[in-house]
């Protein structure tokens, strides 16, 4: 019975699921505050109802209907109705460079995301935390899944990226308490917003050596000792450095970071690490990772390559820290703690390693999860870490671990069988 | 003209150990030569040392005429030593086409800024590594493994995939440590016949330690025998055979009673 039913769907492609999801959305955006006002839903369900589900549980089936009505039905019908169309423009796609089938889908899908996402302020948030949780998980992943140590200091990483790139934002373009009269012209501001990134990316990736170069003598459980101690020393260098504001933080970062920034640097980061890593280049981390001796004596030069992992991870930290920055407005030291570390372990863990794909799962699993169990306040805390084990106990390696990333099977079209066959 | 490879006068300790005395090893290009001796003798240390995954206490050793001594392992594994391992250095995540892959690393030149963007210059690179890699499989009999994972293989196709992953690397001189261990005597047969296909095709100079017997006398042109850290006798095989000490160092001293 289930599998006739994903039988049924297996021939819908990605191009017939977003047309499915847009949708969705329109319905949900023209006509969801009708449907909820029928199935006595006090507003539009945030978050797939399940805010309303935990608070309310006699409203349980009423966001249910609501979740059928609005997403699953319309996603289902219009998916497979329309499949023989979508497949015919897979096909016409398909025949175009890789590049544009790929761009045209990413637009498409922003487009589904930008008309979620504007229901309401609350959903840009929970997205934009997304994304920026995505560069950070799979930046993390580049250290500890595919060079196969155990980084700690990733929330120092993404620290020293935050306040590197806060302080140019708040020194350049804004008028603040902290730093006074901006120094350019604040028009030029979002322009000039992805050089202050890359600047904080950089500012992460030559801390990072602070931990990189330990990396050459120790690895496992010392090399994660030192890194914790680095998480720990940045985050106490920030509180004490009265400068940058100690432990009271910075604020009133201008707001550069909108929903189509964190978009396009999130597919940006998914791009660059994913030819990284598919390249002889990344496949040398996996090369010492497995074996640094075996690597050494095939011409790797394992200093080159260690190295070249943890910049390149503590690089992207950097970005999504600077992202996260302007996201919230507001940083300080105490948010890239133990907890932070945490959750974005957690992210890596329970995605999979060594997987571009298990990182995306794994972050928007954790982060919507998080968002969804949030009225059950501390229980949030049990339920997550259970999933977690749940996970380890039978995937040791996580969801979908050891993929590579091939947008070009992802986008194929569905209705004829391929001789190499699935997974 | 210098040999390809020369060791002179190499010793090493390992604190007060001396695991290596005094080991002068010369080969001439094409040339096969075999290390022997009894287990714990130094073979591998001997072959560390050349390598470089330790640098000796004394003695020079050149490749080409070229200092070698004190030099990274990767250093000199591209200018031209390659190697095997005794207990098999796979890389146990990857496919088998991904071990040839990563041996022409140091060949690329793209860098970093390449791989991050995927340059036309890095696509022709790697797209010229996987022909190259194919090849190779195709050389060694494994080309119908190459996506698989490497775990997966017979432990006689892993040992083919390991030499050719060393042949990857373009090396002048082949270090091959016990080349048959724990293989059956069909694949033997077979090792012999691709390190004797190796040697022609590729012209490569080939030292290897072994223990079996026949595959020395089958291969080498000339042997050296090892006993504790000092070579004891160097010569042709039959004069190896035939060398009482050696004979003495394998199996004991004969006891008149």
Redesign the interface.
Known sequence: MIKKFFRILSVVPLAGWLLGGFTAVLIEYYLGDLISYYLYLPKVPVLFGTLIMLKEPLLIPSALAYNLIVYILPILLVGRLLAPVMNGLAALLEKRPLWLATIIHLVAFYGILHMWAGINDYRVLVVKLTMIAIILTISLNIINGYQGEFSCSHPGFMALGAYASSTLTLLLFANDKMFGEALLNPALGPWLFPVVLFIGGLVAALGSLIVAIPSFRTRGDYLAIISLAFLFIVKSAIENLEIIGGPRGMSSQPNYATLPVVFIWMSLCIWIIHNFTTSVMGKALNAVRDNEPAANSMTVNTRKTKMTAFMFGAFWAGVAGGLFAHVLRYVNPSTFGLQKLAEILAMVYFGGLNSIYGSIVGAVSISVLGEALRPLQLFKWIIIPLILILVMIFRPHGLISFTELNVKEVMRPRNKERSEGGE | MAPLLSVIDMTHYFGGLCAVNNFNLAIEPGQIKGLIGPNGAGKTTVFNLI?G?YTPTEGTIELMGKNIKGL???RI??MGL??T?QNL??????NVL?HI????????SYG?FG????TPK?REQ?DQ?IDNSYKLLQLFDVKQFATQNIGNLPYGAQRRVEMA??M??KPKVLFLDEPTAGMTPDELIRMIEIIRQVHRDFGVAIFLIEHRMKFVMELCESIQTLVFGEVIAEGPPEEIQNNPEVIEAYLGKEDVH
């Open positions: 390598t995954v990274e392992t990767h594994a591209s390659g190697r391992f250095a796979l890389w146990r995540h990857m991904d892959r990563m041996a022409h690393y140091s060949q690329l970093l791989a991050f963007f995927g890095c790697e590594v992953r060393a990857a690397t």
